[in-house]
């Protein structure tokens, strides 16, 4: 896969020195396994100095596993770009957590609509009733699940995130809704087909992107963002070089300069790997 010329994104700069990398279905695949040939790639584009972050709607926890498993030493975005995360400081860079008023309105919505309701605050999940859903995701993310009588009356805790699961067919209504209603006072995302995710206003990978590449120096054309989902889309389109997965969210490729293979072909491996021997990677 030659990073060339004949790319009207790689024209726009020189360097390459941020690059941005979505977990689940670019990093990853179904078996949540980061392989080898993705650890040499990190590993090879980090040696030529340009700074590899996760960008992902992954909570803290689980995605600093990700990221110590695929050697990205780079700062943390998570939460659907709601935190960023400084790895080497062991402090965080940026936190939007959502108001008290706007949070209450969000649960009022997601809990008479969905069946599963996820409050995130701190490293913990708050829920007003497990299942076998909620304990599954427990032990899928490494995540503890609090119990709660009431969400609700927790909303004075200003949570980091939200999070409503139920059949994409009531989902997918249920985020048009609330982004109409709390669109001016929070950010509604979609980054699958049974989430209806809430975060504070200003969150978002693109704007979490922006401000990290800003605190490092970094101007727009040299980041490289890469993703699958519609939550990726804004970073894609923002990033100097935008990549997409091609099993993904058509959003996202719609948005992108390139479409590389799923993680099942080693599609982020190869592209970073020619992206570094196209010699358009170099530290801030």
């Not at 790895?87 to 706007?102: F, G, M, P, V, Y």
């Not at 590389?260 to 990677?281: H, N, Q, T, W």
């Amino acid at each position: 896969m030659p990073i060339n010329d004949d790319n009207d994104a790689s024209d726009d700069v020189s360097i390459y020195s941020l690059i941005a990398l979505d977990i689940d279905g670019t990093m990853v695949g179904e078996d949540r396994i980061v392989n080898p040939d993705l650890v040499e790639a990190v590993s090879r584009v980090q040696s030529l100095g340009a700074i590899v972050s996760i960008a992902t709607g992954r909570t803290l926890a689980p995605a600093m596993r990700v990221a110590g498993q695929a050697g990205a030493a780079g700062p943390v975005i998570c939460f659907q770009g709601a935190m960023t995360f400084d790895q080497a400081t062991r402090s965080e860079i940026r936190h939007l957590r959502l108001d008290e008023q706007i949070a209450a309105e969000a649960i009022s919505a997601l809990t008479s609509t969905v069946p599963e309701v996820m409050m995130f605050v701190g490293d913990d999940v708050w829920v007003e009733q497990r299942s076998e859903w909620t304990n599954e995701y427990s032990q899928r993310m490494g995540v503890a699940i609090r119990d709660t009588g009431s969400l609700l009356a927790m909303a004075a805790r200003r949570p980091t995130a939200l999070v409503g699961v139920g059949d994409p067919d009531v989902v997918g209504p249920l985020v048009e809704s609330m982004h109409e209603q709390l669109g001016g006072s929070a950010l509604v995302t979609h980054s699958l087909p049974m989430f209806c995710e809430v975060e504070a206003i200003g969150a978002g990978k693109d704007n979490a992107l922006q401000h990290l590449a800003a605190e490092i120096g970094v101007g727009q054309p040299g980041v490289v963002a890469v993703g699958d989902g519609k939550g990726d889309q804004s970073m894609i389109e923002w990033a100097g070089l935008g990549v997409a997965i091609e099993n993904g969210h058509p959003g996202a490729i719609a948005a992108a300069d390139l479409v590389i293979a799923p993680p099942d072909r080693s599609g982020l491996a190869e592209f970073l790997e020619a992206l570094a021997d196209s010699g358009k990677i170099g530290p801030p």
